[in-house]
């Protein structure tokens, strides 16, 4: 009986294991949950749970799990398929999944909160939208309406007192007039505050998507059918927001809206976000890779004139921008060493043999000359030069080469008119000449 006294003494003494755990449906078409804290600089990987043939999973939460945020990786690629969830260090985090529905939590007060907030305000914010596209100019309606919206918004921040969620309902507060205004006037100061509220300094913002969501959002979305002037201005908004102080997230940010802006293959103003902002960043923040990508990128946009260089060929020295007589010049980056080069310069060989007006600068990027020399032998036609030290050679970085061959079609004045991205793409763009 002593026994048994002591270990009820001693149960509270154990600490309470929390957990996160959910259920994936339909559960043939996951097979793991991947568990990882977000930072603002990653993510670091934390655990996995397999799930069952029912959907279930469940990973175990100790003392080295401090709360933050946290995120959920249930398939490839993994930049696509997650989500993110808040641990506060007490609470066990439960979800059902499915692609159709998304996440729904059903333990954790915080990101239950969360997500009841999110649809509070999406219905308010679909009221507000009926109401202006009716036209309707019932100042009663308006003010009860908004008043709503602010009784709303103070609840939940009330709600969120104490707890880590209330930095996400505190930077999501929306712009709410104070007197009844017309649909442009409205519009007008939304984004003109859109941005207001974010504190971009916050490590728990910083470390979710929140911010990534919210910055995109504004650039692309708050404007119907921007024109790159439109772009640009946004991202000037963006960029004036952020604090100097935060230099970090300042440029996390504004480099994922230039990629955004290259996959769009907008040069103008992806190249307009490198000048004007990125790159004196990434000198600022030591980021000596995303110094070389965008200078690189800059440097071979289409319309640009390709970086010159010298050229040594048949004994004779000159250079890219000092090469005339031809109405195009094919820019070809390769290797003796590479054997998807070796098979693909005999077909291009062929290929330009079609077109009498243009000429195919081969540069060679090489360790040594002995292959090299041997190899350009097959093709008498081509301006040749070498590249010695491969990878590390300088013109790589100017050029950004980061996989051979890689095609740059030029005009007669060396204008980047197209990089073809591989040979059936050069086909393509060669008959449009």
């Not at 051979?404 to 197209?418: D, N, Q, R």
Request: glycine content about 4%; some cysteine; charged content about 20%.
């Amino acid at each position: 009986m002593k026994k048994l006294l002591i270990f009820f003494l001693l149960l509270p003494l154990i600490p309470f294991a929390q957990s996160v755990k959910g259920n994936f449906s339909p559960a043939e078409e996951f097979s793991y949950a991947f568990l990882y804290q977000a930072t603002p600089q990653g993510a670091n990987y934390v655990n996995r749970g397999e799930l069952d043939s029912e959907g279930n999973f469940q990973i175990p939460l100790d003392s080295t799990v401090t709360p933050g945020i946290y995120k959920i990786v249930y398939a490839v690629p993994p930049e696509e398929n997650n989500f993110d969830f808040i641990y506060d260090g007490k609470e066990t985090v439960a979800f059902n999944f499915s692609y159709d529905k998304g996440v729904e939590f059903t333990e954790s007060d915080e990101n239950k909160l969360w997500l009841s907030y999110l649809k509070s305000i999406d219905m308010i914010n679909q009221t507000i939208s009926n109401y202006y596209s009716k036209e309707n100019t019932d100042k009663e309606g308006f003010n009860s309406i908004f008043k709503v919206l602010k009784d709303t918004q103070l609840a939940y921040e009330e709600s969120a007192n104490g707890k880590l969620v209330a930095a996400f309902i505190l930077a999501n507060r929306p712009y709410i007039p104070t007197t009844y205004e017309d649909l442009s006037t409205y519009s007008k100061n939304l984004k003109h505050q859109y941005l207001n509220a974010i504190d971009f300094s916050n490590y728990l913002l910083q470390s979710s998507t929140f911010l990534v969501d919210r910055v995109t959002s504004y650039v692309f979305n708050i404007v119907e059918n921007p024109s790159d002037a439109t772009y640009k201005k946004h991202i000037d908004d963006v960029a004036t927001a952020i604090s100097n102080n935060d230099l970090i997230i300042k440029t996390s940010l504004l480099e994922i809206l230039w990629q955004r802006f290259v996959t769009l293959e907008n040069h103008d103003v992806a190249n307009y976000i490198t000048e004007k902002y990125l790159l004196d960043l990434a000198n600022k923040t030591e980021n000596k890779v995303l110094a070389e990508t965008i200078s690189s990128y800059k440097n071979t946009s289409i319309g640009t004139k390709a970086p010159d260089f010298e050229i040594a060929s048949n004994d004779k020295n000159t250079s890219l921008h000092q090469l005339e007589g031809s109405e195009n010049y094919l820019l070809i980056f390769w290797s003796s060493g590479c054997g998807h080069c070796l098979n693909e310069l005999p077909k291009v060989k062929e290929l330009v043999a079609q077109y009498p007006k243009l000429k195919v600068v081969a540069f060679g990027l090489e360790d040594n000359t002995k292959d090299w020399t041997e190899e350009i032998k097959k093709y008498p036609n081509f301006i040749h030069n070498i590249g010695l030290g491969k990878w590390d050679n300088p013109i790589v970085k100017t050029y950004g080469v980061a996989a051979t061959p890689m095609y740059f079609l030029l005009s007669s004045s060396k204008i980047i008119m197209a990089k073809p991205y591989d040979y059936e793409a050069l086909e393509v763009v060669l008959k449009s000449l």
